[in-house]
């Protein structure tokens, strides 16, 4: 059986669990809690170059890195879910919005969290505003550039980066208002049951957040 090594609060491990929740696939996971298994971190430490996960475990293949693992099972594990679209010009198109969710959404969101944490819970409010600056760039252009195109079915590897992407990053900069096809985006993820089992198992960890997590979702 597969195994998924991460933790529930983990945007990254949504990532991961998001198409495994969508195709029913079978799984096991392992747990990277700092409270318990730390025969599971121990592994995540030794498995991937810079300790992160999640990591996947499948038989004698060990994949790191979240886009990597959802690839791996559209290729390995495949069901219902269109992970990767199969004309080559649309995964390419879907690839570069992974690429937009994950490097200037979710990374960017993670920049305040990080602060946070270094100013031990007194941030950079430098850092805190250049992030957030940047968050409403990407809002914006990702505003624009849905209404001019299409995303790919759900579940997608868009899927699986856009929505705990939008998820957290809206705790942080709340998306704006003249921003309706990115909001309706966010609560059309946060619909989808494999997205909405995430949340849920996501839950009792809420108080993880360093920036404190509001009180919606």
Not at 86 to 106: G, H, L
Not at 125 to 132: G, L, N, Q, R
């Amino acid at each position: 059986m597969l195994q998924i090594y991460g933790h529930p609060f983990s945007s990254y491990t949504w990532k991961a669990l998001i198409p495994l929740y969508a195709n029913g696939t079978p799984f096991e996971f392992r747990s990277v809690d700092p409270g318990e298994g730390a025969d599971n971190g121990e592994f995540v430490a030794a498995a991937h170059p810079a300790g992160k996960f999640p990591v996947l475990v499948d038989g004698d293949t060990t994949v790191v890195e979240a886009t990597a693992i959802v690839e791996y099972l559209a290729v390995h594990h495949p069901g219902p879910a269109p992970l990767i679209p199969p004309d080559p010009a649309q995964a390419a198109t879907a690839r570069m919005i992974d690429r937009v969710f994950d490097n200037y959404v979710m990374n960017t969101a993670t920049r305040v969290v990080l602060a946070y944490i270094v100013g031990n819970g007194t941030p950079d409010p430098t850092e805190v505003e250049d992030a957030k600056a940047g968050l409403r760039r990407s809002y914006h252009w990702l505003e624009d550039w849905l209404g001019a195109n299409t995303l790919p079915p759900h579940v997608s590897l868009v899927t699986c980066a856009a929505a705990p992407a939008l998820f957290y990053a809206d705790w942080i900069e709340p998306i704006p208002d003249d921003h309706p096809r990115l909001k309706a985006l966010r609560a059309e993820l946060l619909a989808l049951p494999s997205v909405s089992r995430c949340v849920e198992e996501a839950r009792p960890f809420r108080h993880y957040f360093p920036p404190g997590a509001p009180d919606r979702d």
